[in-house]
């Protein structure tokens, strides 16, 4: 069983900036994929991000690309996802996830085995 524990979502203007963190228990956080979800008001929950278990690869949908991070840092059992250029559209609910999956490049929220309880990012205008 693995918990999560997300944290630094809050208001933001349009063009500013956010980091939200993730705090894993266990102690084989290297061996899962992890990845960030986002879910606005009324639409289903979508893919933000990904990273491999070493943290080499990461993977990203297309609304994020070139404005979101993610990284990790296995030796404290986090994951974190820096937010730049933030958009009024990206106003969501954010979940971290773990995936017990030994691939990379996984999008759909099935993959994920486990789940935070979220933390909420609101972007002003």
């Known amino acids: 069983q693995v918990q999560l524990v997300e944290s630094g979502g809050g208001l933001v203007q349009a063009g500013g900036s956010l980091s939200l963190s993730c705090a894993a228990s266990g102690h084989t956080f290297g061996s899962y994929v992890m990845g960030w979800f986002r879910q606005a008001p009324g639409k289903e929950r979508e893919f933000v991000a990904g990273?491999?278990?070493?943290?080499?690869?990461?993977w990203y949908a297309d609304s994020v690309q070139g404005r979101f991070t993610i990284s990790r840092d296995n030796a404290k059992n986090t994951v974190s996802l820096q937010m730049d250029s933030l958009k009024p559209e990206d106003v969501a609910v954010y979940y971290c996830a773990v995936s017990t999956r030994i691939v990379y490049g996984i999008r759909r929220a099935n993959e994920y085995d486990y789940w935070g309880q979220g933390t909420q990012v609101t972007v002003s205008s």
């Open positions: 990273i491999s278990r070493t943290g080499v690869s990461t």
